[in-house]
């Protein structure tokens, strides 16, 4: 019997509570409570968290998740969570790194908020010993390759989500309709694929794209960018929002202007602020990623790391379109 199969057999015989279900094309991931493995039986390993902002209600609930799960498996690893006052306090996640190289972590899970500059600090952990997970974001797979380092990419496919999004919006215009995209963080790779996906949608539904500008996931920066548009533009139907954040942002210029519920306005993150404003018909639907899971597998990833497996390339996360019809 190889030693994967010995572990594997251990695990499945050990005491756990129910096996978390995760995007991962139908792959269950154990919980901790599986057991410890005597790669760190010695003592509990220390596991880092590093966010984006916290001032993001995804970022929130990703925290609460994770902060959550910790606490149940208090006796299996110690926890500590950090993000970034804004979605550009890029300085800030380097500092996090050092500092917990420095206190001696032993796995830090990471959501970048810069997929390139985020690369050389985690090469730096990982050549230090330390466990690192990439969830959320990927790091830009040229400034891995420049910084000597594979990791696996643990999250979901934002092209193929904002497409989701984007094709709800097509569907329910029609073609000719004119439409107008919210960008995020341009140093984020997933604020380019979520782009793509919309431009595969404004290509497949035949939409007419008068504009596209970034607001850098921010509400606040959302609602001018919105409000210059509607300026702008006179004749805007479609609102494409690549974080719910900046649809809040989108959705406060169109109350401002009476025209809420009349523009279409899709978002992503399936984040509790938007929720109602999907019943009300202020906004035609988002995508759910499941911030708080992804957070709990980016622990229980680094766990089996620190047991001695690898892994490589990208593991998916699940995705789903929510509508009125999900909410009632």
């Given amino acids: 019997m190889s030693q994967s199969t010995k572990r594997d057999s251990v695990l499945m015989r050990a005491p756990r509570r129910a096996a978390l279900k995760l995007g991962l094309a139908g792959t269950l991931v154990l919980a901790l409570s599986c057991g410890v493995s005597p790669a760190f039986a010695a003592g509990k390993p220390k596991v880092g968290l590093i966010m984006k902002s916290l ?37 800030a996640q380097v500092d996090a790194v050092e500092n917990f190289v420095t206190q ?22 990982v050549k230090s010993g330390v466990k690192v997970i990439n969830i959320d974001v990927p790091l830009d797979a040229d400034a891995k390759k ?83 548009f ?52 202020k906004m035609l639907a988002t995508v759910e990623q499941y911030g708080a899971q992804m957070a709990v597998m980016g622990i229980d990833y680094g766990m089996r790391e620190l047991a001695g497996e690898k892994f490589t390339g990208w593991v998916k996360t699940d995705i789903k379109l929510v509508t009125s019809g999900d909410l009632k």
């Fill in 55 to 91: 001032s993001n209600e995804f970022f929130k609930q990703m925290k609460a998740g994770a902060d959550k799960y910790a606490a149940e498996n208090k006796d299996k690893f110690d926890f500590k969570a950090v993000g970034m006052k804004d979605e550009r306090d890029f300085a």
């Fill in 230 to 281: 509607l300026t702008k533009y006179k004749d805007i139907q479609g609102v494409m929002a690549a974080n719910d954040s900046m649809a809040l942002g989108v959705v406060k210029a169109l109350d401002a202007t009476g025209q809420a519920g009349k523009i279409k306005v899709v978002g992503f993150d399936n984040i509790p602020p938007v929720q109602p404003l999907i019943k009300d018909g």
């Fill in 146 to 228: 420049a910084a000597g380092i594979d990791l696996a990419f643990f999250g979901p496919d934002n092209r193929e989500g904002a497409k989701l999004a984007g094709d709800a919006l097509a569907k329910d215009l029609g073609a000719g309709a004119k439409v107008v995209i919210l960008e995020g963080n341009p140093e984020a790779d997933n604020a380019k694929e979520r782009k793509e996906g919309f431009m595969d949608s404004v290509k497949s539904g035949k939409l007419e794209l008068l504009d596209s500008k970034t607001a850098h996931w921010e509400t606040e920066e959302a609602n001018t960018v919105m409000t210059n």
């Fill in 104 to 125: 001696k972590y032993d796995i830090i899970v990471v959501a970048p908020a810069d997929s390139k500059a985020m690369a050389t600090p985690l090469a730096k952990a």
